[in-house]
């Protein structure tokens, strides 16, 4: 899991990555034998047994203009995939739910990356935590987003990253929450956690990811990479 990108050593660190650390990363990752995957490419894996024994699937939240101008190029450079996950609300704008002033990709830029390499995803209209949404709420943001989608004919996949890896996390809240997800059509709800997972996978709507960290170093990395969080 990625957010911004940079050029700038001095500012790689947080959710901020230098450009120069992505590409060892994403160097590491083919000289390893890795499978890059999109999230629509697992519904062609029909068991275990089919599936690459090494195998990632790269995200990107928030859809920031410098994942167009420095990720984006790296993707095609060396042929992998990878999937960014739209705020629809802040397109064309920035990213105002931090207090940031970082562009946000516009929706002439987002209909220029080729769905081979780039897969589109859901990151929530307004960029709220579900975890303090109703499920009224939650619903209306759904709307909100499929009008977007419809409206700006984008080529989004029915995968979504929930903002700041917050939603329900028991009882009848969560089985409301997760009945909404199915009921919008959803495939896959991904959170952070920090964890490999497995496949097949076990829940569909809590998907783990591993938080990569611009000072993160190459050790750090390739531990996160294969053990997750059980290596801290």
Known sequence: MYHSVTTQSTESKGLTIDV??????????????????????????????????????????????????????????????ACFYIPFKYVNG??????????????????????????????????????????DAIQNDFDLCKDFIVENKLNVNNTLAYPYGKYPKSGAEQHAFFKCLKDNQIIYGLRIGNRVNAFPLKNHYEIQRLDIKGDDSMKVFQRKLKKGKSWF
């Not at 999109?38 to 790269?58: E, G, R």
């Not at 970082?102 to 859901?122: K, N, R, T």
């Open 94 to 135: 920035v990213n105002t739910w931090d207090a940031g002033i970082s562009p946000i990709m516009s929706v002439p830029q987002l209909q220029s990356l080729d769905a081979d390499i780039i897969e589109l995803g859901l990151h929530s209209f307004a960029h709220q935590r579900y975890d303090q949404l109703s499920i």
């Open 20 to 81: 120069k650390i992505l590409e060892e990363q994403l160097l590491y990752l083919k000289s390893e034998g890795y499978t890059t995957l999109h999230f629509k490419d697992l519904q062609s894996f029909k068991s275990a047994k089919d599936f690459p024994k090494k195998a990632v699937i790269i995200t990107f939240d928030d859809v920031y203009v410098n994942q167009l101008e420095l990720a984006y190029p790296l993707f095609i450079k060396h042929n992998l995939k």
